[in-house]
């Protein structure tokens, strides 16, 4: 008990400090321009209490998730397929890195102004954002796997089932996994661009609401707890990204 | 990450890479998948969607005359414009931080947590309070750039500086050297590889800042360029400005790691 406090020192210290930092600065500067700690744990107490604040989260959640699990989806298997295919994975690759370093955010306008402000579109940008870190890094693990050990397996009469069980599978899947990392945080961005540019909903609508009223407890709060998801989001990520990497050489 | 295998893309990087002996014969079906996505595209758009949707075969015509329209290149200028400046002050000031965070473990313990919680967080949430602080500007767009893309040199820099080895430090202490002369001619040149790897990740992301602050700020740009004319139903005219974007995108990456294979040969991250 003592060692583990003693050990979490430094965070609980950086933390308490950085808290009186956002106090002081909030407090020695105009209210229009920045909130303390104090006063944005409240207004937060008052989104939260007053029920808003619950419903636009799920309304988030539900965007993000869809959306990040129809990435998965159609990501993982898209790659495993060209790990296997090889003569696909040769012809697709630099269209794939080419869409993976292109700011999706551009597209918004588009699909903006052919799908109009439902939810659909939303997760279509949702998606967009997610895919290709999945499938680039899926490619990715596609590419280190030896061609060896296809050829042992072959030789050894391996059944194809075997060989995508056996071979393919526990080759990519740390890369997947990497790419589900990153697809977690660009998703993130993506929800969050949806509801600012598309239909104004969830945690998004928040934040606008908030800075059109000229409300900077408002925006600080809801920063705050976007800020917290993403963190939260990061570390399950990484734990997910470390769980597989185990078996990675 | 993938630093490496970029260069895949990149037909100029084919000297350089002898471990890569499918590079040759990959020509055809690259080409063949190009002209089948392009086929897919083109067919699914003219069989499903109005007339106004952009497909291959206007687009193409439509370069020629937005790539020497005014508006589109001062539009590109100025967000061109924006990024580069944005990218030095998030060079300047995250190698600062990040040197001090990589060799004070007082200043990490302090900060570690903070550059790690900005860096998780989306990005844009920051526009509607910069849109606050700053007002419909520009100053607006550059801090959104700034912001977007400092974390990320930071934290490569401050990975770089603590895996200086620990030898080198020693050498140059016992040889009576002062801590800022260590600094600038140990550390920094040993976390340049980092700080390069950091800065191609920033540079995505300010560029992504750049065409979310146009967009909601609404101020001249690329990305006010691609929102007001699908807005106004030249999809094809906006598509050339999403192009460009793809171009620069890749750009950057190519540039980043042609300079790391070119200035700095001595580093191998090994093969990741």
Redesign the interface.
Known sequence: MQQTLRRNA??W???A??IALWEIAGRSTSA??MVPFSETMLRLWQLVTGGQFVAQFLDSAKLFLTGFFIALIVGAPLGLLLARVR??R??????I???Y???M??????I???MGFGFVPKVLVVFLFAVFPVL??TV?GA?SIKPELIEVARSFRSTEWALWRDVMLPYTLPYTM?GVRQAI?RA??G???AE??LSSTGL?QL??G??QN?D?GG??A??FV??II??A??RLGLVIEQHFARWRQ | ??GQ??G??APAAGRRRPKLP?AA??FV??L???LV?LGLWEGVVRGW?PAY??KPSTVALAIPHVIVDPKFLAATGNTLLAVAEGLAIALVLGTCLGLLMGRSVAVE??????V??????????????F???FGYSSAARLATVVFAAVFSIIMNVADGARSVPREYLEVASSFRSSRLRMLYEIVLPAATPYLLAGFRLAA?RA??GA??AE??LAIGGL?YF??FN??T?H?NE??V??LL??AF??G??LVVVWATRHFLPWYRREEK
């Open positions: 430094p965070f210290i950086s933390l400090a950085g229009a321009f003569w696909l040769v012809g697709i690759e630099p269209y890195m080419t869409l370093a292109t700011p955010v551009a597209l918004i306008p588009f903006l102004s052919l680039y890094n990715e590419r990497t945080g993130l961005v929800m969050v661009a600012f540019f998004g934040i606008m908030a800075s000229f900077t925006v600080f809801s920063i976007i800020a993403g963190v989001l990061m | 990450m993938s295998s970029i895949l893309a499918l014969g990959s079906p690259r063949l998948c190009g996505i969607a949707v952009a313990r302090f900060v570690r947590h903070y790690n919680g900005f860096y998780a967080m989306p990005m844009i949430v920051v526009l509607p309070l849109s606050l602080w995505g560029l992504i065409v979310v967009f909601f990305g691609i929102l699908s807005r139903y999809h906006a598509f400005g999403v974007l793809a995108g890749v950057f990456e």
